[in-house]
């Protein structure tokens, strides 16, 4: 029996699902499988998951070389407030900063919309004496005293989880420090999330609700990953065990474990990780990311192999899709958009005789309506199915046979008898309404970035990325479009193609004019300390970690940040030139313009540690069988019904070209290109689709 | 279906359009350099037909502005005739009779050509970094306030109006600043005018006549709908405010409902007084008809036909239809009471769909200044919110500004600008007004002089002797009040110095409540309790009659 440990598997918890992945490229295999989520007990299902991958390739426990994880246990954990008991130790006086946050409404038009749940109520938050000044000197000497009276009193409330977060504490954290040091002495089995640690940035009520958070989904966490841990190592499991953070690198159980809150979006990660690895492979500089699954979609810049990350995420929204409704954390995440628009998005007419599709979703359960599940309500699946994008006899490979007529149905009862129009026009709306509502979305999100999306390619996948891709991409102009192979289960893929990363933070605000330099230096010096450690742990050789330093800068006076790269090497009072014209450039790529006479100054100070990134090949070896299927017919907006060509992709080869209007159909989706594209199948059995426009 | 469109082509292309005044919403959001654009979304995009009437209005930013830019944009055509206009052109100007109301607001309107035509315009509003003149609401004239620009080409023909840009320039405080915002809002109606004509390039109109008809037509309709359903009648109500000096602000207002279509009068209020807490009829018109349509019909996407049937009137020279040179830069003082007089008036009709009033109507605002060690001088403005009126189905939101909706900013971030200590930032107690539904909570901020000069702090509030009140039964929010070292009052129009070492607590208004406090559920209340919103004394005293709780 071979025992070199050579194979890599990806687990994602999701929703519903557990995804694996499994690859040995040493072996030569790659296989995926699912098997539906266990909430009360995540690990049993990825236990039974990876036993079951094991005996279907043959192979061992002790063969597995590292297993990646992603999760959305966090992210539930918040959205469900299903999260610990947690206690708040602050300043006196601005104990509500925290429930007070940033006083606004997030609907103007909603005289009825509720406060965005606290996660820690008022008795619970509790003011100690002691204040640092903005500067970092002391303005009063920590209450010692009075916070061990307080923490007692939560303790016998019955907290979990503590969270301390003093004022100005990013500059300086002695007070934070000495307070965390008190706590574990007295309360040595509490858990602590401290702001300095959790996110030691500029904005007081960002980094309370950061630390809160941290505290909150801690205990599951912990709980959660001490059994994974213990479970993986009875089934023989001697590899690495590794998950993935928010913006798509990958860190230790350990790590995981002190900072759960920056896993709040390891899932959704790993699509857009999924995207950056195809996007290298294909040499594709400037791509958006287009996932479409069953509820939403994500759209995501790629850029130079690279996608966007941000440093603030919005969790647990009270409304999914209304920016405002939840708690702002300071974490890095993958800088991404997402929209109630899925292939179960439910289409209905509003009070005012329009057509409306999503953000209420058939899910999974009961589904659309072609499932035959129960569900009751045309939704974009069905529409898509009528229009011909889908072959009923061949949806999941043939597993499941759609229910045409039960569509036709629906869509008579919900929206042809109130619109009086005819079903195939109701089906062509639906379709169209999603694809102009995912437009806008994505224009809006390169817009803010002052980007135009003519300028990009587009990587569909997601089960309904592919069948969507097409109308998308020509209404956004974009020329060319990739749609990977395995496009249901791509993102799976981001797990084995992420590499270890720290992303860091130290805030200290002053002009540039006048930074101490020596601080910044010694900084960025224990921030890089810190992160080599970890990620020599992770076993990354010295020479191999790749640092990244930046800076959120501002012009003094203006409200928000941008963050800039800085030069490389020792920083000193020598590189302020330099340094303003890299703010320069950064502005006026984003705004297109500098202004003139107002000084710059920097809020944080940021590290982004890497190693490089794994590659992998997934090379498929094309099945010996026909490609063609019958022809049929299928609806594209401006050309109407066409008659277009069906191939089974498994069994295209490289090099194989077909004018649209063509449908290509896998297992988990399917991509119907129309008649001004023209498909190319790459080496890596992607298809590479050039979109003509007039003019 | 309205017209020519069906269904499914009216709900494309009227997203495509909302989607047009948006883009041009973040182009504005993320190029401005003024924190009040912002911090407190003051701003507005939209798009316009050729008559002048919106059509599409962006979706963030101050909700009643974008609809003023209408008036804006008619006033315009009343002074540049329709066929005066050339591609290329921008017209702004900053005058409150004309734009959003007072000088700080810059306005502009600009043609969209299609194949040659005139097919619509752009518009934008935005609140610039200085305009000039001097700040505050004991003003007497607008000459006091700064610079006012007439209707004037920012742009002809494509090109930059330098003379204008230069006697501009040299009238406010930060000409960089101020010329950069200029630019970035000329941008938001250049990126409006863009994405129009990729529109009709891509559906192949011709121009926006009969879609801007349909599209308006439904959003009239959806407003009449709603109107009809309500009773016929004349609906009173009338509330105060503390004013300017000894000159109370009264407002009087009578809501007529008669068949599909309303009209607020505010005859029988104050007249215009001699300070800045004037407003001028587009303030009114933007903040009347903001908070019926949240009543009214909440969800359908605003433009001109929302308007159509609903008349606001005041007569010449009272408080809200001030005349010129009437000083105005405090207007909000005036203009977000008619919230309150309008939904006191709506509780007879519909007391079900209203707020009680709201402590931050009008919103209060305070601005410290000062030299830090180095000399330099520092100025920091403290947004905070009072607490929203309560309605039939929650308590109201503590500490959310109502009918603005300016967030906070970050209390470490003025730390670390201006030589200020925030000591304490905490709801107050008790402020909420008692109802079935509590009115949501004010707070108190409590800053320090941490430097060895005395600091100047400017308060423009209101609601010291008039709180806000409850309805159905509710009882009144707490009022709002200013003390230094907790002894020394500060009223809540005034300059004072702050002393080195010295603190000024200033404490926001509470919400009215709504409903019998006696209902308040036992839970709610035993809640509220716990977590000190409301004394064991209010408790007993004030909702349970003074019975055991």
Redesign the interface.
């Known amino acids: 029996m071979n025992t070199r440990r050579t194979a890599r598997i990806g687990v994602d918890i999701g929703g519903t699902f557990t995804d694996f992945v499994f690859h040995d490229e040493a072996r030569g295999i790659t296989r995926t499988g699912k098997r539906l989520t266990t909430p009360s007990e995540p690990s049993r299902a990825i236990i039974e998951g990876i036993e079951r991958l094991l005996s279907e390739t043959g192979s061992e426990a002790a063969q597995i070389h590292s297993i990646v994880h992603g999760t959305t246990l966090i992210t539930n954990t918040v959205l469900e407030r299903t999260g610990g008991k947690v206690g708040l130790i602050a300043n006196a ?5 925290l ?7 997030y609907d ?8 965005v749940p606290v996660i820690v ?3 619970l938050r509790r003011g100690v004496a002691g ?1 640092m ?2 500067d970092g000197s002391e ?1 009063e000497p920590l209450d010692e005293e009075a916070l061990l009276k307080e923490v007692a009193f939560l303790v016998d409330e019955g907290i979990e989880a503590l969270a301390i977060c003093f ?2 504490a ?1 500059r300086n954290p002695s007070h934070e420090r000495r307070a965390e040091q008190l706590v574990r002495e007295r309360f040595p089995e509490l858990l602590l999330s401290v702001s300095s640690s959790v996110a030691p940035e ?5 980094r309370t609700n950061t630390a809160c958070v941290n505290a909150y989904v801690q205990p599951r966490v912990h709980g959660y990953l001490d059994r994974l841990t213990a479970d993986l190592e009875s089934l023989g499991f001697v590899g690495d065990l590794s998950i993935m953070l928010s913006g798509g690198g990958l860190t230790t159980i350990e790590e995981a474990k002190n900072f759960p809150v920056r896993l709040i979006e390891s899932g959704p990660a790993a699509g857009a990780m999924a995207a950056a690895h195809i996007a290298r492979q294909i040499g594709e500089d400037h791509l958006i990311s287009f996932d479409m699954g069953g509820t939403t979609a994500k759209m995501c810049l790629i850029e130079h192999g690279q996608p966007h990350v941000k440093h603030d995420f919005e969790a647990g929204r009270l409304e999914r899709f209304k920016q405002g409704s939840g708690l702002p954390l300071k974490v890095t995440v993958i800088d991404m958009i997402e929209i109630g628009a899925g292939g179960g998005s439910i289409a209905n ?1 509003d ?6 599709v999503g953000p209420r979703s058939a899910s999974s359960v009961p589904g659309p309506v072609c499932y035959g599940r129960g569900g009751q309500e045309p939704t974009v699946t069905d529409a898509d199915l009528l229009l011909g994008y889908l072959n009923p006899a061949f949806f999941l490979g043939g597993e499941m046979t759609l229910q045409l007529d039960a569509v036709r149905d629906a869509f008579e009862r919900k929206l042809v008898a109130p ?1 009086s ?1 005819d079903v195939e ?2 089906a ?2 639906v379709q ?2 999603v694809n ?2 995912m437009a ?1 979305a994505t ?2 999100h390169l ?2 970035k ?1 980007k135009d999306p003519r300028d990009y390619a587009m990587l569909a996948f997601g089960g309904a990325g592919p069948v969507h891709a097409y109308g998308l991409a020509r209404l956004l102009k974009v020329r060319k479009l990739i749609v990977p192979m395995g496009a249901g289960v791509i993102s799976a893929f981001g797990f084995l193609v992420a590499a270890p990363a720290v992303d860091d933070a130290r805030g200290y ?1 002053a002009p540039i004019g006048r930074v101490d330099w020596d601080q910044v230096e010694a900084l960025f010096r224990e921030m890089e300390e810190k992160a080599t450690a970890l990620l020599s742990s992770v076993g990354a050789g010295d020479g191999a970690i790749r640092f990244e330093r930046q800076a959120d800068m501002r ?1 003094v ?4 940040e941008i963050t800039v790269p800085l030069p490389n090497g020792s920083l000193s009072v020598d590189m302020a030139p330099q340094i303003q014209s890299a703010f320069d450039e950064e502005y006026r790529r ?4 500098v ?4 000084p710059i100054e920097a809020v944080n100070w940021r590290l982004a540690a890497s190693v490089p990134a794994q590659s992998i090949s997934l090379v498929h070896a094309p099945i010996d069988a026909p490609a063609e299927r019958p022809a049929r017919e299928v609806y594209f907006p401006g050309a109407g019904r066409v008659l277009a060509r069906v191939f089974d992709r498994y069994a295209l080869r490289p090099g194989d070209v077909i004018a649209g209007p063509a449908v290509f159909e896998e297992r988990e989706s399917s991509f119907a290109v129309g008649p001004e594209g023209s498909v190319t199948v790459d080496d890596q059995s992607n298809l590479v689709v050039s979109i003509s426009y007039p003019n | 279906m309205t017209g020519k469109y069906d269904a499914i082509t009216l709900e494309i292309f009227w997203s495509r359009l909302i989607a047009v005044a948006d883009e041009a919403a973040t182009t504005l959001l993320r190029t401005a350099f003024s924190p009040i654009v912002r911090e407190s979304n003051d701003f507005a995009t939209c798009l316009l037909d050729v008559h002048g009437g919106t059509l599409a209005e962006c979706s963030g930013g101050i909700p009643a502005f974008a609809g003023l830019l209408g008036r804006t944009a008619r006033h315009f055509l009343r002074t540049f005739p329709i066929d005066s206009w050339s591609e290329g052109d921008c017209v702004i100007t900053n005058d409150p009779w004309i734009g959003t109301g007072h000088l700080p607001d810059v306005a502009m309107i600009a043609p969209i050509f299609h194949r040659g035509r005139l097919v619509a315009f752009s518009g934008s509003a935005a609140h610039t970094p200085d305009i000039g003149g001097s700040l505050g609401a004991q003003n007497k004239e607008i000459y006091e306030e700064g610079i006012c620009i007439p209707p004037m080409h920012f742009y002809r023909g494509g090109v930059r109006n330098d003379d204008l840009l230069r006697l501009f320039l040299n009238n406010v405080r930060f000409p960089d600043l101020m010329l950069g915002d200029l630019e970035a809002q000329a941008t938001a109606n250049e990126v409006c005018r863009r994405r129009t004509v990729d529109f009709l390039d891509d559906t192949g109109l011709d121009d926006l006549g009969d879609l801007a008809a349909a599209i308006q037509g439904m959003s009239e309709r959806a407003m009449r709908d709603a109107i009809r359903a309500l009773p016929d009648g004349v609906y009173r109500a009338a509330v105060d405010a503390d004013g300017f000096d000894d000159h109370p602000t009264h407002i009087a207002c009578a809501v007529t409902i008669a068949g599909d279509g309303m009209t607020v009068d505010y005859a029988g209020s104050s007249k215009q007084n001699g300070r800045a807490t004037n407003c001028t009829m587009n303030y009114t018109q933007a903040y009347s008809i903001y908070p019926i349509k949240c009543v009214l019909d909440p969800h359908t996407r605003r433009n001109e036909g929302s308007y159509r049937p609903v008349s606001i009137v005041a007569p010449e020279g009272a408080v809200m239809n001030a005349v010129r040179p009437s000083a105005v830069a405090a207007r909000h003082l005036t203009g977000h009471l008619l919230s309150c007089a309008i939904y006191q008036a709506l509780a007879q009709v519909v007391p079900d769909r209203i707020l009680a009033d709201s402590g931050g109507a009008p919103a209060l605002r305070a601005r410290i200044g000062g030299v830090n060690s180095e000399g330099e001088r520092f100025s920091a403005i403290l947004f905070a919110s009072a607490g929203m009126g309560a309605s039939s189905r929650f308590d109201g939101l503590s500490t959310t500004a109502f009918p603005t909706n300016s967030g906070a900013g970050s209390l470490e971030a003025l730390e670390a600008v201006g030589p200020i200590l925030f000591t304490r930032k905490e709801y107050r107690q008790d402020s909420g007004g008692a109802g079935e539904f509590r009115g949501g909570l004010g707070q108190v901020v409590e800053i320090e002089n941490l430097t060895t000069q005395p600091m100047q702090v400017m308060i423009i509030g209101d609601r010291e002797r008039h709180p806000a009140l409850g309805v159905a039964g509710g009882k009144p929010g707490a009022c709002a009040y200013a003390r230094i070292d907790g002894v020394t009052p500060v009223r809540l129009k005034s300059r004072t110095a702050l002393a080195p070492g010295s603190r000024i607590a200033i404490n926001f208004a509470g919400g009215g409540g709504y409903g019998d406090p006696c209902k308040r559920s036992a839970l709610a209340l035993a809640d509220d309790v716990r977590n000190g919103m409301v004394s064991e004394r209010a408790a007993r005293e004030d909702y349970r009659g003074g019975t055991a709780a």
């Open positions: 006086g601005l104990t509500d900063t429930e007070m946050g940033r006083e606004t409404r103007v038009d909603d005289l009825f919309q509720r406060a109520p008022r008795y204040r000044l903005a303005r004022m100005n990013y500029l904005r007081e009520y960002e007419v009070a005012l005789g329009l057509m409306k619109l129009i026009t109701a062509r709306g169209e309404i102009e509502s806008a224009r809006m817009a803010e002052g605000l012009y006076g203006q409200g928000f984003l705004f297109d313009r202004v003139r006479g107002v």
